[in-house]
C-alpha cells in the first residue's frame, strides 16, 4: 500500500508539473543522459530561471529488468557572468522498478549543475551531481551524477 501511495503522488506532481509546463510558452529540450541514469531526457523552461526536467530509462536482460524515471524543478542562477553557462540547483522525486526483489525505490533529490550552450545552435549540454535519499524500501543516502546533451526544438 505505501509503495502505491508513494507511485500515485510521484505521478500525481508529474501530471502537475506537465500540466504546469503545457500553459506557458516556453523552450523544450530533448535528449539523452548517461550514468545514473542512462537513458532519454527532457527539459522544459517555465520562465527566464526556472525548469522542470525529467529522465527516464529501463533495462531489460535475461534474468532482469528495471524501469528508472525522475523529475525535478531547478532554479538557474546567474553567478557566472556568462551567458553561455549557467549553474543550476534544485529539487525532484525519482523511482525505480526492478524486478530482482519486485522492489520500487522512491527518493528525493538534489541536483546541483551546470548548462553550457554551444554557440549559434540549439544544443546545450549539462553535468550534474545529485545527492539523492532514498526512503522506500529501505533509507538510503548516496551521491549520483550525469552528463547529457539536449536539443531545444523551439
Same mark, same amino acid.
Request: charged residues 15%.
Given at each position: 500500500?505505501?509503495?502505491?501511495?508513494?507511485?500515485? !503522488?510521484?505521478?500525481?506532481?508529474?501530471?502537475?508539473?506537465?500540466?504546469?509546463?503545457?500553459?506557458?510558452?516556453?523552450?523544450?529540450?530533448?535528449?539523452?543522459?548517461?550514468?545514473?541514469?542512462?537513458?532519454?531526457?527532457?527539459?522544459?523552461? !517555465?520562465?527566464?530561471?526556472?525548469?522542470?526536467?525529467?529522465?527516464?530509462?529501463?533495462?531489460?536482460?535475461?534474468?532482469?529488468?528495471?524501469?528508472?524515471?525522475?523529475?525535478?524543478?531547478?532554479?538557474?542562477?546567474?553567478?557566472?557572468?556568462?551567458?553561455?553557462?549557467?549553474?543550476?540547483? %534544485?529539487? %525532484?522525486?525519482?523511482?525505480?522498478?526492478?524486478?530482482?526483489?519486485?522492489?520500487?525505490?522512491? %527518493?528525493?533529490?538534489? +541536483?546541483?549543475?551546470?548548462?553550457?550552450?554551444?554557440?549559434?545552435?540549439?544544443?546545450?549540454?549539462?553535468?550534474?551531481?545529485? +545527492?539523492?535519499?532514498?526512503?522506500? +524500501?529501505?533509507?538510503?543516502?548516496?551521491? %549520483?551524477?550525469?552528463?547529457?546533451?539536449?536539443?531545444?526544438?523551439?
Amino acid at each position: 500500500m505505501k509503495k502505491s501511495l508513494l507511485a500515485f !503522488l510521484f505521478c500525481g506532481l508529474l501530471l502537475v508539473s506537465v500540466e504546469t509546463v503545457h500553459a506557458q510558452n516556453s523552450d523544450l529540450g530533448v535528449g539523452a543522459v548517461i550514468n545514473n541514469p542512462s537513458g532519454l531526457s527532457a527539459k522544459y523552461w !517555465l520562465n527566464d530561471d526556472i525548469a522542470v526536467d525529467a529522465a527516464f530509462s529501463f533495462a531489460i536482460a535475461e534474468n532482469f529488468s528495471e524501469v528508472y524515471l525522475h523529475t525535478d524543478v531547478l532554479k538557474h542562477t546567474d553567478t557566472i557572468n556568462s551567458e553561455a553557462l549557467e549553474l543550476y540547483y %534544485g529539487m %525532484g522525486m525519482r523511482l525505480l522498478w526492478s524486478d530482482i526483489n519486485n522492489d520500487l525505490n522512491t %527518493g528525493l533529490r538534489w +541536483p546541483v549543475g551546470t548548462e553550457y550552450s554551444i554557440a549559434d545552435s540549439n544544443v546545450k549540454s549539462f553535468i550534474e551531481l545529485v +545527492p539523492t535519499l532514498d526512503f522506500s +524500501p529501505d533509507a538510503s543516502f548516496f551521491f %549520483g551524477g550525469a552528463v547529457g546533451v539536449r536539443l531545444y526544438l523551439n
